[in-house]
């Protein structure tokens, strides 16, 4: 493997482990796993987050 910084080296491993952790989901549930780990993190740092809707496709058809 190249010769990278440890705290490099520590980002890789997280996002393998997310890959790997989320790989087999859904949209709607890999949506759901980050929106709950951002709750969770804010939760513990003390941070409100605001919440905007979910944008809306419009179903009608282009006139």
């Keep these: 493997m190249l010769n990278e910084p440890k705290t490099m080296q520590e980002v890789h491993e997280i996002r393998l482990q ?3 952790e989320t ?3 859904t949209v709607e ?7 709950k780990l951002a709750e969770d993190a804010a939760a513990k740092h003390g941070i409100v987050l605001k ?3 979910p944008s809306r496709v419009s179903t009608r058809a282009a006139q």
Excluded at 29 to 35: F, L, N, V
């Design 18 to 20: 997310l890959h790997e």
């Design 23 to 25: 790989k087999d989901l």
């Design 29 to 35: 549930q890999h949506t759901e796993y980050y929106r």
């Design 51 to 53: 919440r905007s809707e």
